[in-house]
Nanobody, 122 residues
Framework: VQLQACGGGLVQAGDSLRLSCAFS????????MAWFRQAPGKERKFVGA????????YYVNSVEGRFNISRDNAKNTVYLQMNSLRPEDTAVYLC????????????????WGQGTLVTVSS
C-alpha cells in the first residue's frame, strides 16, 4: 500500500483547507482510513478516522465540528476538510490505512503516508 498526502500550506486563522490522500497498491474500499497530525516537537496524535464505506466518521474532541473526513472509493482518495483553522492546528498531517478500523488515542495503523505540512498563522 502506498499513500500520498497533499494539500497542505500556509493559511490564516479562521481559514479552511482540504487535504487529500491518494491510496494505491490494494483495494481501497477494504481499508479504514485515518488522519493523524504531529506538531513540531510533539508526539503524533490521532485526528479522526472513516470506515471502509465512508458511512461513519470519528474525530477527536479538539477538531469535532471543524474537521470532516470523507472518502471517494472510486478515486481511491480520502479527504480531510479543515474549517475554522486555529494556530494550534499547525502540524504535519499524515494519512494512514488499515484493514481494521482503529480509534484513538494512539491507534497503530499498518500503512502511513509521508505527511503534508499545515501552518496556521494568527
Amino acid at each position: 500500500v502506498q499513500l500520498q498526502a497533499c494539500g497542505g500550506g500556509l493559511v490564516q486563522a479562521g481559514d479552511s483547507l482540504r487535504l487529500s490522500c491518494a491510496f494505491s497498491g490494494r483495494t481501497f474500499s477494504s481499508y479504514a482510513m485515518a488522519w493523524f497530525r504531529q506538531a513540531p516537537g510533539k508526539e503524533r496524535k490521532f485526528v479522526g478516522a472513516i470506515t471502509w464505506s465512508g458511512d461513519k466518521t470519528y474525530y477527536v474532541n479538539s477538531v469535532e465540528g471543524r474537521f470532516n473526513i470523507s472518502r471517494d472509493n472510486a478515486k481511491n482518495t480520502v479527504y480531510l476538510q479543515m474549517n475554522s483553522l486555529r494556530p494550534e492546528d499547525t502540524a504535519v498531517y499524515l494519512c494512514a490505512a488499515d484493514p481494521t478500523l482503529k480509534l484513538g488515542p494512539s491507534p497503530e495503523y499498518d500503512y502511513w503516508g509521508q505527511g503534508t505540512l499545515v501552518t496556521v498563522s494568527s
